[in-house]
């Protein structure tokens, strides 16, 4: 699965709703840093509404819908309104664009995005040009118990914040996403490589595969579960190659030696690393391996505070395989829980874990933070693939 073919339901959805010249489409534009959708001052000048797939630093893959004003007249204003109310129904995230001190078509718009559970973000825009931007903020939070945010699409000014409240008001379910996505069909065949090693918990399966289990039931696939060693025993009972391949991201390198040519491979955490996390920044921040030397600082970011294993994966293992690569004087930093440091600007990388114990919003701060000092971050699973010399060969 590349990026670009992340396939649209597994997108967040983001409907810019507001009068005709509120400045929907401009807002795009800000947005995304594009000059793509149709803009002018004549109304009506945005027709059906307009869904472009993109990807937002800190949100990941979604679609923007730019919709016609909800306040076009005649016949085929009537029509296009109607298409924005389909628009409204495939809405995970609203933004409603307000610019003027009358709300009552405002106010039925809200209505229908709350009755359908749509968290809506009030944006007065054309900050630059209005005059009552006091007045018309008091008037929706009066009107919507929402305080609205302060935008000029013209200037680009709020726009930052606006990406922010987006990734605030992320729907819960969004992070609920399918794991495997479009990578399996139903009767695939799926291996699973799940080393039980001194890693693994007493007793039970860690949540990532769990998880990945489930999902691959529910997609009817037929699925086998292996420890490392009986890799090739397993293989050689199946009269096909299985069409997946999904290990413990420690096991990459021997697996991706012995496994069939035809079988698709990825790990775990790197199909977790898409659902929880934002696998373009994370892919992005593996390539700073290859730029680190012995005089670089790597951060290790674990969520969870246990109590370090031998050959732990955070502590010894992935500091040994930089090292390796970069020079034995590599200065490494573990840390655990929420004591990620505020100030990231000594560090030439931040490896976070697969965060399977954090929710999708947590993991997206923490890339926010990384983003804002200029720190490329990855995690686990994603470097562990470029240690290995596949991330460019395994299932994104
Ligand atoms: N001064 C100013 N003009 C804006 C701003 N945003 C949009 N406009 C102008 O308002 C008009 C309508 O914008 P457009 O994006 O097409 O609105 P839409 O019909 O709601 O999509 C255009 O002339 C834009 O240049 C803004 O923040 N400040
Ligand atoms: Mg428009």
């Known amino acids: 699965m590349s990026l670009t073919s992340t396939p649209s339901s597994n997108r967040l959805h983001i409907g810019i709703f507001g009068r005709r010249n509120s400045g929907k489409s401009s807002l795009i534009n800000a947005i995304t840093n594009q000059n793509t959708a149709l803009i002018s001052d004549i109304a009506g000048t945005t027709t059906d509404p307009v869904y472009k797939a993109m990807e937002i630093y800190g949100i990941g893959p979604c679609m923007l819908i730019d919709t016609a004003g909800f306040d076009d007249?005649?016949?085929?204003?009537?029509?296009?309104?109607?298409?924005?109310?389909?628009?409204?129904?495939?809405?995970?995230?609203?933004?409603?664009?307000?610019?003027?001190?009358?709300?009552t078509m405002e106010a039925e718009w809200v209505t229908g995005l709350k009755k359908q559970g749509t968290p809506v973000i009030a944006v007065i825009n054309k900050a630059d040009l209005l005059d009552n931007v006091p007045e018309l903020s008091n008037a929706v939070q009066k009107e919507f118990g929402i305080t609205p945010l302060i935008v000029s699409a013209k200037e680009r000014t709020g726009i930052r914040e606006l990406v922010d409240a987006v990734i605030r008001r992320l729907p819960e379910d969004y992070e609920k996403k399918s794991i495997t996505g479009d990578l399996v069909q139903e009767g695939d065949l799926v291996l699973l490589v799940m080393p039980q090693d001194i890693q693994a918990p007493k007793g039970r399966l860690i949540l990532p595969q769990v998880q990945t289990l489930r999902d691959l039931l529910d997609h009817k696939c037929l699925v086998m579960s292996v420890t490392t060693d009986k890799l090739s025993q397993a293989l050689a009972t199946m009269t096909i190659p299985p069409q997946l391949i999904i290990t413990d991201s420690q096991a990459f390198a021997e697996v991706w030696a012995k496994k069939p040519p035809e079988s698709k491979?990825?790990?775990?955490?790197?199909?977790?690393?898409?659902?929880?996390?934002?696998?373009?920044?994370?892919?992005?921040?593996?390539?700073?391996?290859?730029?680190?030397?012995?005089?670089?600082?790597?951060?290790?970011?674990?969520?969870?505070?246990?109590?370090p294993l031998e050959e732990d994966i955070g502590r010894v293992k992935l500091p040994r395989m930089l090292r390796k690569k970069a020079g034995s004087l590599l200065t490494v930093d573990v840390v655990s829980g929420p004591n990620f440091p505020n100030d990231l600007s000594g560090y030439d990388l931040i490896i976070h874990c697969g965060a399977c114990m954090f929710n999708r919003r947590y993991v997206l701060s923490r890339i926010a933070k990384a983003r804002e000092a200029g720190v490329p971050i990855t995690n686990y699973g994603v470097a562990l693939a470029a240690l290995n010399g596949i991330l460019n060969k395994i299932q994104l």
């Not at 491979?265 to 730029?291: P, W, Y």
Request: charged share 25%.
């Open 73 to 103: 007249e005649g016949e085929l204003g009537a029509l296009r309104v109607e298409k924005t109310r389909d628009a409204l129904a495939k809405t995970d995230v609203a933004i409603l664009v307000i610019c003027g001190t009358d709300l």
């Open 265 to 307: 491979l990825t790990s775990f955490s790197v199909l977790m690393a898409a659902v929880k996390g934002d696998i373009t920044e994370f892919t992005a921040g593996a390539s700073a391996i290859d730029r680190l030397t012995e005089h670089s600082r790597v951060l290790i970011a674990e969520a969870c505070t246990h109590v």
